[in-house]
């Protein structure tokens, strides 16, 4: 293992998901593991693109977190994520059952997930499509008598599908990283709870929303939806819209999404 052990001693949740979610599905994986982890709960995960690593970034903020590889230690896969393992060897702890040398199989990443669900009391699931991976993490730790959590999304999103099947077939539906501390407080005992962070609305730019913004807004709702859409929906000039989605996304009332899409977050 590269870093300290002493972090396998704490309680342990595993967050997993998309390796392409959308933007709301990383920023649930950020907050929602930088709220468990101030919470004094470790966040366990596999270092992939997609909601892994957001979840690991996310601890590292409040607390620490581990990562299951899918290689030997001597190597980073996915390569980009370099920094975000160096990072994690200072202020948590990467663990493998692959001697050094093995390269990234796709075999490998099946069997480092019964760890990830070992390891862990529960096991979140952010994002994930019907077939994914992430799903059998969830059916993991179900057969090891793990707690399964998922987060609903939209009946429009492919990647809250797989999540929607998990809730269907008994897994627990949160919405805020309370309801799993509360969810787990019998086999977590007493754990102190961490105050709301101050909340974006909170930041003071002196930007005001008039009202074609607050339109704007209105007729985005919270599913990705595309600019020529909001053309259409709203009547204003292409060139209004298109201003108008630069500024909010740089006060981070929107997200751009691939495909020239846009969604609304949590600020708006």
């Known amino acids: 293992m590269h870093g300290d052990p002493a972090h396998l001693c704490q309680p342990q949740l595993a967050i997993v998901g998309s390796r392409n979610p959308s933007p709301a599905g990383l920023s649930n994986a950020r907050n929602f593991a930088a709220y468990l982890a101030g919470a004094g709960i470790a966040i366990t995960s596999g270092l992939a693109v997609g909601i892994d690593g957001a979840a690991h970034e996310g601890a590292l903020r409040q607390g620490s977190t581990i990562a299951v590889t899918g290689t030997g230690l001597d190597r980073v896969y996915p390569a980009g994520h370099r920094d975000l393992a160096h990072k994690i060897a200072k202020n948590g702890v990467l663990v493998s059952e692959f001697p050094p040398g093995t390269a990234p199989r796709p075999e490998n990443f099946p069997r480092r997930n019964r760890i990830i669900s070992g390891l862990s009391v ?5 994002e994930a499509a019907l077939q994914s991976g992430s799903l059998i993490t969830a059916r993991l730790a179900v057969e090891q008598d793990r707690e ?4 609903p999304g939209s009946i429009h999103n492919p990647q809250a599908r797989g999540c929607h099947a998990l809730i269907r077939q008994g897994a627990k539906l949160v919405e805020t990283g309370r309801d799993i501390v509360d969810e787990l407080s019998s086999l977590l005992g007493t754990m102190e709870i961490p105050a ?13 929303l008039d009202p074609d913004y607050h339109k704007l807004l209105d007729s985005m709702g919270y599913d990705p939806i595309s600019a020529d859409a909001l053309i259409a929906t709203t009547g204003l000039t292409p060139e209004a819209v298109s201003s108008m989605l630069l500024l909010l996304e740089l006060e981070e009332y929107v997200s751009s999404a691939p495909g020239g899409y846009y969604c609304r977050t949590e600020k708006s």
Request: aromatic share 10%; hydrophobic share 40%; with cysteine.
């Open 122 to 126: 529960g096991t979140l699931v952010v």
């Open 148 to 151: 399964v959590f998922a987060i």
């Open 196 to 208: 709301p962070a101050c909340t974006p609305e909170s930041k003071n730019t002196g930007f005001q």
